[in-house]
């Protein structure tokens, strides 16, 4: 069975796009052409163009017509698993601690709340075979009643963890990756003995309203972690 008429649009301007006949900057056929040559309604062509300018290949000028977009080349999408990643996995988790703190100034700030408000801290230890990988921290904002089963803690990601108060899909996640010296409660944690610099993922996690929910702070052995990123329009290219 064919595509349907909008999609066969949308797939013959994308080959034409990627194939370097349409540039960037390039106009697109105009509406009543597209119409004539795929025999389809003005809808159709419409409801094809919507879905390539939803897709980042073109936009709209009112009043001038379509054209091919300039591709970003600074957005990449980055892949991050907090046990699992390119050279290495995490088959067993130790949770150390959890508390309810009252907040530092770093978290009310990053959570939102007042400076009386209480604050659930959890910390674990992440291995594999055996060794010390990463130092975990996540801090949640608690509320009365708010259950804690260490069991679930214990091994549950970050969205895991908060998905008990709010819907997996509604929740917006922010990464801020960096590189940093342990302290030596780190160090002694990790089983770091020489100058190994870690590398520090903070993820911040918000709700539908863009409220934050949660912020976690992993510290990986950097020998034993590797991320991975990757940016192309070529992935865009199948519709059900």
């Given at each position: 069975?064919?595509?349907?008429?909008?999609?066969?649009i949308v797939?013959d301007i994308?080959?034409k796009?990627?194939s370097g006949?349409l540039k960037?900057?390039d106009?697109l056929?105009?509406e009543?052409t597209?119409?004539?040559t795929?025999?389809a309604?003005?809808?159709t062509?419409?409801k094809?163009?919507?879905i390539?300018a939803?897709?980042?290949?073109?936009?709209s000028i009112?009043?001038k017509?379509?054209?091919?977009k300039e591709?970003?080349?600074?957005?990449y999408t980055?892949?991050?698993d907090?046990?699992n990643?390119?050279?290495n996995?995490?088959?067993?988790?130790?949770?150390?601690e959890v508390n309810?703190?009252?907040?530092?100034?770093?978290?009310?700030?990053?959570?939102?709340i007042?400076?009386?408000?209480?604050?659930?801290m959890?910390?674990?230890?992440?291995?594999?075979?055996?060794?010390?990988?990463?130092y975990?921290?996540?801090y949640?904002p608690y509320?009365k009643g708010m259950?804690?089963v260490?069991?679930?803690i214990?091994?549950?990601?970050f969205?895991e963890?908060?998905?008990?108060k709010t819907?997996?899909?509604a929740i917006?996640k922010e990464?801020?990756?960096s590189a940093?010296?342990?302290?030596?409660?780190?160090r002694?944690h990790l089983?770091?003995?020489?100058?190994?610099?870690?590398?520090?993922?903070?993820?911040k996690?918000?709700d539908i309203?863009d409220k934050?929910?949660?912020?976690?702070?992993?510290y990986f052995r950097?020998d034993?972690?590797k991320l991975y990123?990757?940016?192309?329009?070529?992935?865009?290219?199948?519709?059900e």
């Amino acid at each position: 069975m064919g595509l349907p008429i909008y999609l066969q649009i949308v797939e013959d301007i994308k080959e034409k796009i990627n194939s370097g006949e349409l540039k960037p900057g390039d106009a697109l056929y105009s509406e009543n052409t597209l119409c004539k040559t795929y025999n389809a309604s003005r809808m159709t062509v419409r409801k094809g163009l919507a879905i390539l300018a939803g897709e980042g290949y073109i936009y709209s000028i009112p009043g001038k017509g379509n054209f091919v977009k300039e591709p970003d080349s600074t957005t990449y999408t980055l892949y991050y698993d907090e046990k699992n990643n390119l050279i290495n996995s995490v088959d067993k988790t130790k949770l150390l601690e959890v508390n309810i703190i009252m907040p530092t100034s770093k978290l009310i700030e990053a959570l939102q709340i007042t400076k009386n408000k209480k604050v659930i801290m959890i910390r674990r230890l992440f291995y594999t075979d055996g060794e010390p990988v990463a130092y975990d921290l996540k801090y949640l904002p608690y509320y009365k009643g708010m259950p804690i089963v260490e069991k679930e803690i214990r091994y549950a990601t970050f969205p895991e963890i908060v998905s008990k108060k709010t819907s997996l899909f509604a929740i917006k996640k922010e990464l801020i990756i960096s590189a940093q010296m342990p302290d030596e409660e780190i160090r002694r944690h990790l089983n770091i003995y020489n100058e190994l610099p870690l590398m520090v993922v903070e993820q911040k996690l918000y709700d539908i309203e863009d409220k934050p929910i949660g912020l976690g702070i992993t510290y990986f052995r950097s020998d034993y972690c590797k991320l991975y990123a990757q940016a192309s329009f070529r992935d865009k290219t199948s519709h059900e």
